[in-house]
């Protein structure tokens, strides 16, 4: 008990992170135990893997913070609250030098320490973890120059793939194969779309004139969903479909397939390049 | 005011807007928009519409537009389309706008039609020049696109308000394709012929009634 104005007083700030801790103990590993394994993405790739793992960490750090915020705000709800119809002044805030350095070296620790781990995890522990990189990115992963390029082009309202290393084809299904480095290569034919394929923990910007670059590796055959997942027009919804990881084998079946399905039309394509201004994108606009 | 009447206040103004939103989820989830039927009846049904350059009446005389026709004859400014599930469903699309060529020339094989191949003037083809093409019909929902054969750039007697009769220029394109379960799917145009809009895909390309619509399928 602490004495104001001759008056003896609960020790609450002492009780408040009492509460605190006990939350926190409880709270901190269902997150990382229970809840971790269930947030998004699934770990269809190691990209979607390092994501997860920082939503878990995200989420761990967040939660304490959020704790210390509600305890003190239901406490102070269910202690402070002062009832009849007199308005009395409460006791003077002083400020307390301690606690304001312990909570700027506390928080800015936090940030410096998540804003290094993002970093590692970005460049190098991720190589860019999914995300678009831009035509030159700046984080390549280990065999990058083997990886299998397949393009991905945005147009309102349909994606369609080209797959250089296989005469060229474009089709309006995505296949890739399993454990194979998988270079992206996202690009607009319009307007600015992105590339979103969430179980691979795959997201890029799909924009006209930019060969904007992510790579993936899938750790197991599988779908994933594709979204458009920036606002592009009229049927924005509907920029959605199924993309499919394959054995080896079976993509190699796949992609038979998809020459002889397309075939009429592939003496009428561009020849693949980075990226494509179509004569009507002139003509049209 | 007393606390009581301010409370009375309170919840009648939250239980009006609650209600309102309701109103506007129910009336999104339930709203079915009129369409045009397909005529004959299942399994085998026909669709019939016609492209025009410039529809040539209010509120957008000079938007390039999608007509449909109705089981009495008469040219609907409609794109909701009705068609049976599990059928086989004919189109027939009268071509009276000239070529302005596809911005992805993907789409100039037919895909999703039985055969895989349309019918232009009279011809089977699996594939259009990309630059010969005015519009398209896709439906990507159930994997149909299907490249509509422009009116050449000098044919007479060119269509210039809607509807367009058969005695003006045109092409004719006849396909088929079949449904399956009931469903709404959109449809629309992949070329960017909306001229005067920025990239060609403005206005009449981003608007259900002109270049866009629903298959209705029941």
Sequence with gaps: MTTIAGERMPRHGVRIIAIWLVLTAIAVPLIVLVLGPHLPPPRMSAEAGSQRDANTLMTALLVPIALLVVVYFVYSFVFFRQSGEAILDGPPIKGHAGAQLLWIVLTSAIVLALAVWGSYTLIAGAHGAGGGQGPDPASKPTGYRNALPVQVIGQQWEWTFRYPTYGGIETRDLAIPDHTLVAFHVTSLDVTHSFWAYELGVKADAVPGVDNIAYVKARHTGLFQIRCAELCGLWHGHMSKKGRVLASGAFQSWIAAAKTKNAAIVKYLPKYNRVYFPAPLRRAG | ?218
């Design chain 2, 1 to 218: 005011m007393s606390k009581a009447a301010r409370a009375l206040a309170v919840s009648a103004g939250v239980a009006f807007g609650v209600a309102l939103i309701v109103y506007y989820i129910v009336s999104y989830l339930t709203v079915t928009p009129p369409g045009v039927a397909a005529t004959g009846s299942k399994p085998r049904v026909h669709l019939t519409l016609q492209t025009v350059a410039s529809y040539g009446n209010p509120p957008h005389a000079d938007w390039v537009s999608y007509l449909a026709r109705n089981p009495s004859g008469k040219w609907v400014h409609s794109t909701v389309l009705r068609v049976p599930s599990y059928s086989k469903v004919m189109v027939t699309i009268y071509q009276f706008d000239t070529a302005t060529g596809l911005r992805n020339p993907f789409w100039g094989q037919p895909r999703g039609t039985i055969g895989g191949t349309m019918n232009v003037d009279g011809k089977t083809l699996n594939v259009l020049d990309p630059d010969l093409a005015s519009h398209t019909f896709a439906i990507p929902d159930l994997g149909v696109s299907v490249p509509l054969k422009g009116v050449a750039d000098d044919a007479k007697n060119q269509c210039s308000v809607a509807p367009c009769s058969l005695s003006e220029a045109h092409e004719t394109v006849t396909f088929s394709f079949a449904t399956g379960k009931p469903g709404k799917f959109r449809w629309q145009c992949f070329v960017p012929c909306a001229a005067g809009f920025p990239l060609g895909f403005g206005g009449p390309m981003q608007s259900v009634g002109w270049m866009d619509g629903y298959l209705m399928v029941q």
